[in-house]
Nanobody, 124 residues
């Protein structure tokens, strides 16, 4: 059974930074594409970032390009999201995702596994 546990959410001021982490257990982490999604109140869940299992190719939604960085540590079965220059529009529950496959389109990661989510709140 694959489990994903996020940490690192919290409150930040506009212009500040937060780093999210997600530990993936119970599967073959180094073979999984990984990523992050988010869901703001009253909105649908949306893709944020993804990282391939091989080659290190990254994908980002346009609104976070240049501000967010996704990374992985295969020795620690961990995927991270460094978020800089935060804005109130980044306020959401952030979900870690893993497995599945990466396809095309604006939401390229189609994950097989999801975390429970961690709240990120950015104040103005």
């Amino acid at each position: 059974q694959v489990q994903l546990v996020e940490s690192g959410g919290g409150l930040a001021q506009a212009g500040g930074s937060l780093r999210l982490s997600c530990v993936v257990s119970g599967g073959t982490f180094n073979k999984y594409p990984v990523g992050w999604f988010r869901q703001a109140p009253g909105k649908e869940r949306e893709f944020v970032a993804a990282l391939t299992s091989v080659g290190g190719r990254t994908y980002y939604r346009d609104s976070v390009k240049g501000r967010f960085t996704i990374s992985r540590d295969n020795d620690k079965n961990t995927v991270s999201l460094q978020m800089n220059s935060l804005t109130p529009e980044d306020t959401a529950v952030y979900y870690c995702a893993a497995g599945g496959f990466i396809g095309g389109g604006t939401s390229p990661l189609r994950p097989a596994y999801w975390g429970q989510g961690t709240q990120v709140t950015v104040s103005s």
